[in-house]
């Protein structure tokens, strides 16, 4: 259902929705209940309001008897637009000077400019779709890899949507029947069954859990796999960087300890994102440039998702690659996956060494030999810790929805504490209501401006 639209909403709003700079076509979008008649005292051409929606016209835009441009006007009348509203989108030539032009004219004529997302919040606000698919239309314009453009794709549509509101509504029916309880508290009757209830909020906490596992999934695919490359001096973490990047992204050199700082750049393989981390050499130096460097590399490897350990076949033994990946990642915190290189070079002994080694690839990065193993490698390890989208059920990309979610199973949890502690219907109906808070926050049934506020300002400003 459409929630009412405040005042400050019920004006109509300009935006340029298309990006800002010199280019063929430029687009400006307006939306409300005037978008029409003051789209139609600027447009010389069809009269406007006498035509139907989804159409399209040729005509020019006017300063009184100055023509700003030839343009082409798309018209949408509400309910059925993006907004909901009656929208106007104007297409012209991308010059600043023709849209910042046509901009300053129809603000004299009564519109405003729109506010960052202030299109997406007026379809949320008039029930287009819930505050989890709004969100998923930033995360799609955002979207830089197949998964990434999957998963908003699925949440947009309303998947994430709909199996919440499923959960929502199977709490719902117990909920209102413990408040029945408490209508008829004096007569000591109980509507709700304690053992099916229990049965329900343990199937509802499972679902619960699985989404918020599901969030470590959504994070990398939103945000990357960051993969740390590692290493001593010379062995070869800058030309495997090249490689994976298929490009001269780092300085490559025979002296010892060139890379200084961190380099990072990312790639898509088979439509997961990787952000690869390029690293000082770890040795001890007297340079205090390079020191600082191999610091930022030991800090920078306990906050990766993977630890490249890239090694020399020809000046290392098994024993010292183990030592020194202890030594780097105690305890094995991190995910590694040893890289030994150079075996175009090495002897038959030394690459015999290493290739019965777990999880270990032996590559020559110079000559591009085993970097489509490497690749396959890491997609294995990736999906080997469930980081894989490809027929996955519904997955949690936003920080927001999983706080929501940890609060709904903490919610829970005081729940099936209640019950197992014979505890009264209204501290239980309590704690369930703060589930079916928690689970609202999520799809703007129950909302703060502030909240609202806080999501749309990330949008862009056509948008």
Same mark, same amino acid.
């Not at 519109?111 to 299109?119: D, I, K, Q, S």
């Not at 997406?120 to 890899?145: N, P």
């Given at each position: 259902?459409?929630?009412?639209?405040?005042?400050?909403?019920?004006?109509?709003?300009?935006?340029?929705?298309?990006?800002?700079?010199?280019?063929?076509?430029?687009?400006?979008?307006? @939306?409300?209940?005037?978008?029409?008649?003051? /789209?139609?005292?600027?447009?010389?051409?069809?009269?406007?309001?006498?035509?139907?929606? &989804?159409?399209?016209?040729?005509?020019?835009?006017?300063?009184?008897?100055?023509?700003?441009? =030839?343009?082409?006007?798309?018209?949408?009348?509400?309910?059925?637009?993006? *907004?909901?509203?009656?929208?106007?989108?104007?297409?012209?030539?991308?010059?600043?000077?023709?849209?910042?032009?046509?901009?300053?004219?129809?603000?004299? &004529?009564?519109?405003?400019?729109?506010?960052?997302?202030?299109?997406?919040?007026?379809?949320?606000?008039?029930?287009?779709?819930?505050?989890?698919?709004? =969100?998923?239309?930033?995360?799609?314009?955002?979207?830089?890899?197949?998964?990434?453009?999957?998963?908003?794709?699925?949440?947009?549509?309303?998947?994430? !949507?709909?199996?919440?509101?499923?959960?929502?509504?199977?709490?719902?029916?117990?909920?209102?029947?413990?408040?029945?309880?408490?209508?008829?508290?004096?007569?000591?009757?109980?509507?709700?069954?304690?053992?099916?209830?229990?049965?329900?909020?343990?199937?509802?906490?499972?679902?619960?859990?699985?989404?918020?596992?599901?969030?470590?999934?959504?994070?990398?695919?939103? %945000?990357?796999?960051? *993969?740390?490359?590692?290493?001593?001096?010379?062995?070869?973490?800058?030309?495997?960087?090249?490689?994976?990047? %298929?490009?001269?992204?780092?300085?490559? !050199?025979?002296?010892?300890?060139?890379?200084?700082?961190?380099?990072?750049?990312?790639?898509?393989?088979?439509?997961?994102?990787?952000?690869?981390?390029?690293?000082?050499?770890?040795?001890?130096?007297?340079?205090?440039?390079?020191?600082?460097?191999?610091?930022?590399?030991?800090?920078?490897?306990?906050?990766?998702?993977?630890?490249?350990?890239?090694?020399?076949? /020809?000046?290392?033994?098994?024993?010292?690659?183990?030592?020194?990946?202890?030594?780097?990642?105690?305890?094995?915190?991190?995910?590694?996956?040893?890289?030994? %290189?150079?075996?175009?070079?090495?002897?038959?002994?030394?690459?015999?060494?290493?290739? &019965?080694?777990?999880?270990?690839?032996?590559?020559?990065?110079?000559?591009?030999?085993?970097?489509?193993e490497l690749q396959a490698t890491l997609l294995q390890r990736v999906r080997g810790a469930g980081l894989?989208?490809?027929?996955?059920?519904?997955?949690?990309?936003?920080?927001?929805?999983?706080?929501?979610?940890?609060?709904?199973?903490?919610?829970?949890?005081?729940?099936?504490?209640?019950?197992?502690?014979?505890?009264?219907?209204?501290?239980?109906?309590?704690?369930?209501?703060?589930?079916?808070?928690?689970?609202?926050?999520?799809?703007?049934?129950? @909302?703060?401006?502030?909240?609202?506020?806080?999501?749309? /300002?990330?949008?862009?400003?056509?948008?």
């Amino acid at each position: 259902m459409a929630l009412p639209l405040p005042p400050a909403l019920s004006d109509t709003i300009i935006a340029l929705s298309t990006p800002p700079g010199a280019g063929a076509i430029a687009m400006l979008r307006l @939306s409300g209940p005037a978008a029409v008649s003051l /789209t139609d005292a600027v447009f010389a051409g069809k009269r406007l309001r006498d035509q139907p929606s &989804h159409s399209l016209h040729v005509g020019t835009i006017r300063d009184g008897d100055r023509i700003l441009d =030839e343009v082409v006007i798309s018209l949408f009348r509400g309910p059925h637009s993006y *907004t909901r509203e009656d929208v106007v989108e104007i297409s012209c030539h991308g010059s600043d000077y023709i849209v910042q032009q046509i901009l300053t004219l129809l603000t004299r &004529h009564g519109a405003r400019l729109a506010e960052a997302g202030e299109f997406t919040k007026r379809a949320f606000l008039h029930g287009a779709f819930d505050l989890a698919q709004a =969100e998923a239309v930033a995360d799609l314009i955002a979207a830089d890899s197949a998964l990434s453009h999957q998963v908003a794709l699925k949440q947009m549509r309303g998947g994430f !949507s709909q199996e919440l509101r499923e959960l929502r509504g199977r709490l719902v029916k117990f909920a209102a029947l413990l408040e029945l309880e408490l209508d008829f508290g004096e007569e000591d009757v109980e509507f709700a069954d304690r053992t099916g209830l229990v049965s329900l909020l343990q199937e509802v906490q499972a679902l619960v859990r699985r989404l918020l596992r599901s969030f470590e999934l959504g994070n990398v695919i939103k %945000n990357g796999v960051t *993969t740390v490359i590692a290493g001593k001096p010379n062995a070869g973490k800058s030309t495997l960087l090249n490689g994976l990047l %298929n490009e001269e992204r780092a300085i490559v !050199s025979a002296i010892a300890g060139t890379t200084r700082d961190l380099i990072e750049d990312e790639v898509s393989i088979e439509g997961i994102r990787f952000r690869f981390v390029d690293t000082a050499g770890l040795r001890d130096t007297t340079d205090e440039v390079e020191s600082m460097g191999v610091e930022r590399t030991k800090k920078r490897v306990l906050q990766a998702a993977l630890l490249l350990y890239l090694f020399d076949i /020809t000046r290392t033994t098994p024993d010292e690659v183990q030592a020194e990946i202890e030594a780097l990642n105690p305890g094995r915190l991190i995910p590694v996956l040893a890289v030994g %290189n150079k075996r175009d070079v090495a002897s038959e002994e030394e690459i015999a060494a290493f290739q &019965h080694l777990p999880e270990t690839v032996l590559i020559a990065a110079a000559r591009g030999e085993g970097l489509g193993e490497l690749q396959a490698t890491l997609l294995q390890r990736v999906r080997g810790a469930g980081l894989d989208a490809t027929g996955a059920a519904t997955i949690v990309t936003n920080l927001r929805h999983a706080r929501s979610l940890e609060k709904t199973n903490e919610a829970l949890d005081s729940v099936l504490l209640g019950l197992a502690n014979g505890m009264g219907t209204e501290l239980l109906a309590a704690d369930l209501r703060q589930a079916l808070a928690a689970l609202g926050e999520i799809t703007g049934e129950i @909302s703060s401006d502030d909240l609202l506020t806080s999501i749309f /300002t990330q949008f862009c400003i056509g948008k």
